[in-house]
């Protein structure tokens, strides 16, 4: 009697019993991100969520430091043997949306939410301490936790980095490994690539002063409107004249703003929006084109120009050897079937590219999208809708606890003799 012709690939022997590990870890990955989702927190400052994974990390033999800027967490595993460090990292704040989930853990902080899935982070990386702390024997050197806050745009990365979160082991780390949850990617399931992985984000304010005056008599003004208008146009036909389709750039004018009536010719006009580039070369070109582009315009419709440039994160870059070995530990670990090469970055911004700035390390996504729901249909990061499910965490705490092991394996020791 034959069997199937087609078998689904199986983990790899080498690290066989890692993910029973941690599904068995499941009840308390799962009653953490439930603590943390309900009880939300913005920004630099997240008290509660600080002390609710200090309290979860407790009994664990873990050298734990405190930020002093931010709420950060830091917390050191050493291992059996000596050897480098390897940094893991989990973000933990949350973004000023209003939860409409129905979920019976949902959101009890009024217009804060877990719409980006750091509560998951925070649940899988303090599973993954629990997990190493029981296999210190094997390792030869230190794994560093990195519970960060202030991702959503509050640069927590570079205030931990100042603090010394590289160099918490008592010596630089020598690789690190994120993990970001998406519900546009099939459960369990992880995406990664070498090189760009995500985009720089910069934003832009521009003015536009003109002149105010009557809408029946235009020539006695200045106005400052059909200036504004110009700029929208002549800033895309920059990124496409003067940005390289081989090193792309993406600019959106996401508000235009100015008047207040239907016959006032308003004195100044706004114009705001964000860019975002793969590579520091093409950031660098629109930053320095873009006042440029913007100064023209206004310069031939008789308007002053004022631009604020806000510089956001760098090009989140992957090491192309660190992104090779996160796929390959995604093989062993988890099975062929679960890991996917990404074939394009994506232009969202991400603050772990300060780490990856400074030490080889990538940072990879991990499929959270709900059961029965079509990927490419499913509320996404950053909806007040949007729903991680939560029996993909185990291949999470896996990855993260593979990575440290892979990285710090203790060499066996001889029986001869």
């Not at 009697?1 to 199986?10: D, H, I, K, R, V």
């Not at 509660?48 to 009994?59: E, G, M, S, V």
């Not at 209003?98 to 982070?121: I, P």
């Amino acid at each position: 009697m034959s069997g199937p012709t087609e078998l689904p690939s199986l983990p790899d022997a080498r690290f066989a019993g890692l993910l029973a590990e941690a599904q068995a870890l499941q009840a308390t990955t799962v009653e953490l991100r439930r603590e943390i989702h309900r009880h939300p927190e913005r920004g630099l400052d997240l008290p509660r969520t600080q002390a609710t994974i200090q309290r979860a990390l407790a009994d664990l033999p873990l050298e734990i430091a405190l930020g002093k800027s931010t709420t950060s967490l830091t917390a050191v595993l050493r291992g059996a043997q000596p050897g480098p460090a390897v940094l893991l990292r989990g973000d933990m704040d949350a973004l000023p949306l209003r939860e409409d989930t129905g979920l019976e853990f949902a959101s009890v902080e009024d217009g804060v939410m877990h719409a980006c899935g750091h509560d998951t982070h925070v649940a899988m990386l303090a599973s993954a301490a629990r997990l190493l702390a029981a296999h210190a024997d094997e390792l030869a050197g230190s794994v560093v936790f990195m519970f960060q806050p202030g991702e959503e745009g509050f640069h927590g990365a570079r205030h931990m980095i100042h603090e010394g979160v590289l160099d918490a082991a008592g010596e630089r780390v020598q690789r690190a490994f994120g993990l970001h949850v998406s519900a546009n990617i099939v459960a369990g399931q992880v995406h990664t690539r070498p090189g760009p992985m995500m985009a720089s984000t910069d934003n832009f304010l521009v003015r536009v002063i003109g002149k105010g005056g009557h809408g029946s008599a235009p020539h006695q003004a200045i106005d400052p409107v059909p200036a504004a208008a110009a700029m929208v146009g002549a800033l895309q036909t920059m990124i496409t004249r003067r940005v390289s389709v081989f090193d792309p750039a993406v600019l959106s004018v996401t508000r235009i703003e100015g008047g207040t009536t239907s016959n006032i010719i308003p004195e100044v006009a706004e114009l705001e929006g964000t860019f975002r580039t793969l590579s520091e070369r093409s950031r660098a070109l629109v930053r320095d084109e873009l006042p440029k582009v913007c100064e023209a315009v206004g310069q031939a419709h008789g308007c002053r120009v004022q631009v604020d440039l806000e510089p956001g994160y760098p090009v989140t870059a992957n090491d192309p050897v660190e992104a090779e070995r996160v796929l390959t530990l995604g093989r062993e670990v988890l099975g062929e079937d679960n890991v996917a090469p990404m074939t394009a970055p994506m232009m969202g911004g991400e603050d772990f590219s300060y780490v990856l700035q400074r030490v080889p390390g990538a940072f990879a996504f991990l499929g959270t999208c709900p059961p029965g729901t079509d990927p490419e249909e499913a509320a996404s990061n950053h909806s007040n809708r949007v729903l991680h499910e939560e029996s993909a965490f185990p291949n999470g705490v896996a990855m993260y606890a593979a990575y440290a092991l892979d990285a710090l394996r203790a060499p066996r020791r001889s029986l001869a003799g």
